[in-house]
């Protein structure tokens, strides 16, 4: 087929990388402008899907709005069959969605209708979800709201963001090279009424931990916040981030955010946290007792 990608992180580079090794006609990737970054975050940094693109000779278009009739029309001109999105982090208007000969498809992360919008994976997790998903929709105008071709699912067990990312990554690439080998096999299934939730962009002050939580709601925040932005706390005034821990059935009542042996366990609301790994500002992530041996924390040390 003659394919138009949209997408911009690495969770999208699997299903461009798919695309193409199946043969499709990728006649353009559209992604996000290049970023400020780097290590002093003064030089543009292109986006993972402008950096794989380019890898693959497919040109790539890096409009800022999709707003305007001139973007409108250049991308109409492509005469694509589909549009394959993937994360592509711009709302695409009605002329975008209706230019292709077949829609656009999406790759989204969580069982919809459940988590709809921008942070499905990280919501999941914090949710406490037994399992989660993706699904290749048919995108229409709403939120997340157009049907769904093929659905894949995955226990969350105690995976990370970062390990949910890179599998449903892998997992929605093959199914949308699964859809596009035959259409006609995997028709429009309208998401059900029931069951819709929304997925809110995580805002860095959800990473700050709450002591006051129950243990295992703080071990879910662990595990939604890595890799990034990391649930931290502080520790002499030092923020340090939290990026493993386990969950320990001790309640120590009137001591939330307090250490209760020398092996740094926290008091929490309900339960307690001990850290696994950590990781301080400027350092590498690094085991409890690796930390300890470098800063030392008491117990009975207040770290709320």
């Not at 690495?10 to 992604?31: K, M, Q, S």
């Amino acid at each position: 087929m003659r394919i138009t990608f949209m997408g911009t992180p690495d969770f999208a580079v699997p299903t461009l990388d798919a695309l193409v090794a199946a043969g499709h006609d990728v006649v353009a990737a559209y992604t996000q402008p290049p970023r400020p970054g780097g290590r002093r975050g003064r030089e543009l940094v292109p986006s993972p899907v402008q950096r794989r693109a380019e890898e693959h000779g497919i040109p790539v278009r890096s409009p800022a709005s999709l707003k305007e009739a001139e973007a409108q029309a250049a991308f109409a001109a492509l005469d694509a069959d589909i549009a394959v999105v993937a994360a592509y982090g711009l709302i695409l208007p009605r002329a975008i969605l209706d230019a292709p000969l077949h829609g656009c498809l999406n790759v989204h992360g969580s069982l919809l209708p459940r988590w709809r919008g921008a942070a499905p994976i990280q919501r999941a997790i914090l949710a406490g979800d037994a399992e989660t998903g993706v699904g290749i929709m048919q995108m229409e105008a709403g939120l997340d709201t157009g049907p769904v071709r093929l659905e894949g699912r995955t226990p969350i067990g105690d995976k990370t963001t970062g390990d949910l990312t890179a599998e449903l990554a892998d997992m929605g690439a093959a199914l949308m090279v699964r859809v596009l080998s035959d259409m006609n096999a995997h028709p429009f299934r309208p998401q059900p009424d029931d069951g819709i939730t929304y997925a809110a962009k995580v805002d860095k002050v959800e990473a700050r931990i709450d002591w006051t939580r129950s243990a295992l709601d703080i071990e879910r925040l662990v595990r939604a916040m890595n890799p990034a932005p990391g649930a931290w706390f502080e520790v002499g005034g030092e923020r340090v981030k939290l990026l493993a821990a386990e969950v320990l059935p001790f309640t120590f009542p009137g001591g939330e955010g307090t250490t209760v042996d020398d092996r740094m366990t926290i008091a929490c609301g309900d339960g307690a946290i001990r850290p696994i790994t950590l990781q301080r500002a400027g350092r590498g992530a690094m085991p409890l007792d690796d930390f300890l041996r470098g800063q030392a924390v008491a117990s009975g040390t207040d770290l709320s």
